[in-house]
């Protein structure tokens, strides 16, 4: 006991250390900025300062101990295991996009929070306790052992190993991808490389440290992180809520502020060059759905007039920009009908979507009754998504596995709460805090005196804006409904919105790739754990020895890398779909297993086998069958439940199968009774 204490006094000092050094990093940038230093070179000191930092952790951290290497050595104190958990938790989903969705979307996008803060509860009630009673490496480990009598390597234990494996690698992948792709939008956009550039650097620091030192370079990696994540999320929330209400304190500001932007929405709502602006997007979806219908003549047709103006322009002598301008237009054209068709279709969504009036940020489920109950409806089955599969994700649980006790790990999850909420807390907060200043303050400027961020972020993904603004009704100035934003870009611009200097911006850009970066950490030791001790060591290779195994798990560790960071650079989706498809997929194939396998002595591993197999299967299928972008469509949707909540249906479908199945073939062993019974027994 006296030795933990002595670690937890020693890691507390160096922790203070590191917040002291980095507060007068902080305040040195500042200073070389007012000295006139440029954006550019703050950019990069802040990416690589934060990327050397990681990696020297890394180094320090390194080892090919198994147990440090797999569970940090199981000595990490519940505070600060709690910190670094945080940390793991709060991904790029959280830091860079819950405010932009709430922005975006108003009270719908509250989902989100109660969804993985209810989570999280689920985690410390029903699984993160026995997990860490059953001390194993990874979550296939504790599902083999629980399925298979005590030591998982009978059919149905290695079975159930097998397909754990595969749910976590799936489910890890889709989450670690959505990682990777913040870490080159960040990149990018404050060092002014490619975004598959600024991918692949990011990925160095990733690398570094958990290919060298595995869930102990991890852990103290984390730690540091977590302490910027939460500066860098809260100093322009503060500086905000001070501004517009002249209290510092985002929490409380929030509900001074909500009656204002109510009013100013009340305002817009009611402007006649809003619904002329509106009125023009509903006549060009119009438009666009009366191309669809005279297809394929209107593609023909519209093709010709593409190579017409090309042709008038290069024959009048035109400026090489409208030569240019012409040719894009061309190439990108529609190559064929059905590809216009798609195009086209998106494009009366997208004009559709724009032409809607404006949604009151404070009311719940806006509209008519049947839009109304549809939007409850999705709602709720989000949130049941996000806690189910909250509560199954291999990478967070796996942190059960790192503290000296069982008890530790109660505390550390109490931490872990604490620290969630005070980020979680403040991203409400600071989504009505930018919309009341883009509201007032953007919204009815002049075209001609924009100012500098607006051009500045409109340049950072030309093919894919973030952000733009053009003048439709032509009356030079901002309307609301002229303004496209996206919500993954919302957090990263609101230190230059908000007016503060731009080391703030460099901060807020170095609190997002942490939060990207300690998340994809996380995931992709998740994902070679499970493959270099579930599959190699426990299927293929008993025999291996300790720096065997170690070395294959840093080798599979590259690979799925790079893989990742492939597939991110390819720009599958928003980060907030990306993410919301992973929790429905650890939801439906995970959390049958696992609760029931900690309560329900009768679940065998011929129920869990199927149980697993069905939630996968109708989740999937659902995802397939209903989202467009994965050739799926709107109509085949199940009481109208968006195809990211598709967990509503996987983990029902999941449950009953297990328990269905395993009540009609025979009950486990004594010895995995007695199991079931020392899991569940409380600790003296």
């Not at 550019?40 to 802040?46: D, E, S």
């Not at 009673?133 to 390597?153: C, E, M, N, V, W």
């Not at 490619?194 to 030192?213: E, N, Q, T």
């Not at 001609?448 to 093919?463: F, I």
Request: one cysteine or more.
């Amino acid at each position: 006991m006296s030795t933990q204490r002595s670690f937890f006094r020693r890691l507390s000092s160096y922790y203070l250390l590191f917040t002291a050094g980095f507060a007068c990093f902080l305040v040195a940038l500042a200073v070389l900025e007012q000295e006139g230093m440029s954006r550019v070179w703050i950019g990069y000191l802040f990416m690589f300062a934060t990327i050397v930092l990681y990696a020297s952790i890394g180094v320090l951290g390194r080892t090919s101990n198994v147990l440090e290497y797999y569970v940090a050595g199981r000595r990490v104190p519940a505070m600060f295991n709690g910190m670094a958990t945080a940390a793991d938790w709060i991904s790029a989903a959280s830091f860079i996009s819950l405010a932009g969705g709430l922005y975006l979307h108003g009270f719908d996008g509250l989902a989100y929070i109660m969804g993985w803060t209810g989570g999280y509860c689920l985690v410390a009630l029903l699984i993160a306790p026995y997990l860490r009673k059953f001390s194993q490496y990874t979550i296939p480990d504790f599902l083999a052992a629980r399925y298979g009598g005590g030591h998982g390597d009978n059919r149905g234990g290695r079975a159930v190993r097998i397909l754990a494996v595969a749910a976590t690698i799936i489910v890890s992948f889709t989450y670690v991808v959505a990682q990777i792709y913040a870490v080159g939008l960040i990149a990018s956009r404050f060092t002014g490389v490619d975004f598959s550039v600024g991918i692949f650097l990011g990925l160095a620091s990733i690398l570094v440290c958990s290919f060298l030192g595995g869930m102990r370079a991890i852990t103290w990696t984390q730690v540091a992180q977590y302490i910027i994540i939460l500066v860098a999320f809260l100093m322009p929330a503060v500086w905000l809520s001070g501004k517009h209400s002249d209290n510092p304190i985002p929490q409380v500001a929030y509900g001074k502020l909500l009656p204002k932007l109510s009013a100013r929405e009340q305002v817009l709502q009611n402007d006649p060059r809003e619904a002329e602006v509106r009125a023009i997007f509903r006549q060009r979806a119009d438009d666009y759905e009366a191309r669809i219908r005279k297809l394929p003549a209107s593609w023909e047709a519209g093709r010709i007039e593409v190579q017409r103006k090309l042709d008038s322009v290069k024959l009048r002598n035109a400026s090489l920009l409208d030569i240019r301008n012409a040719e894009r237009a061309l190439i990108a054209y529609p190559k064929n009908a059905d590809e216009a068709a798609r195009s086209w279709a998106e494009a009366r969504t997208q004009n559709l979507a724009r032409a809607e009036p404006i949604t009151p940020h404070a009311t719940p489920y806006p509209g008519d009754k049947e839009t109304s109950d549809i939007k409850r409806n999705n709602f709720l089955a989000l949130v049941f998504c996000l806690m189910m599969g909250t509560a199954a994700l291999p990478h967070i649980l796996m942190r059960s596995y790192t503290t000296p006790s069982v008890h530790e790990t109660r505390v550390s999850v109490f931490w872990t709460l604490f620290f969630i909420l005070l980020i979680y807390l403040t991203i409400p907060a600071l989504a009505v805090l930018v919309k009341y200043d883009i509201y007032s303050a953007l919204v009815g400027s002049d075209y001609a005196h924009l100012p500098n961020w607006v051009s500045y972020w409109a340049n950072v993904d030309k093919l894919n804006p973030l952000f733009s603004i053009s003048d439709i009704n032509h009356d030079g100035v901002v309307q609301l409904a002229e303004i496209t934003i996206d919500a993954d870009v919302l957090v990263l611009a609101t230190p230059e919105i908000a007016g503060l200097p731009y080391v703030v911006s460099g901060l807020v850009a170095a609190g997002g790739l942490a939060a990207a970066l300690s998340t994809a950490d996380g995931l992709l030791l998740a994902i070679s754990n499970a493959l270099s001790h579930d599959v190699y060591y426990k299927i293929v290779d008993r025999a291996a020895s300790t720096q065997k195994r170690v070395t294959i798990s840093k080798l599979l560790l590259l690979g799925v890398a790079f893989i990742a960071a492939y597939a991110a650079s390819q720009k599958p989706g928003d980060i907030l779909s990306l993410v919301g498809a992973a929790f429905s997929l650890a939801a439906s194939t995970l959390f049958p297993a696992l609760v029931l396998g900690v309560f329900w002595k009768r679940a065998n591993y011929q129920g869990a086998l199927a149980g697993m197999t069905a939630g996968f299967t109708v989740c999937l299928y659902y995802m397939l069958h209903t989202n467009p972008i994965l050739g799926g469509s709107a109509a085949g949707q199940w009481l109208h439940i968006a195809p990211m909540s598709a967990g509503i249906f996987g983990v029902p479908a999941g449950l009953l199968t297990m328990i269905a199945v395993s009540l009609l073939t025979p009950a486990p062993d004594q010895q995995t009774s007695a199991m079931v019974d020392y899991i569940r027994a409380p600790e003296l």
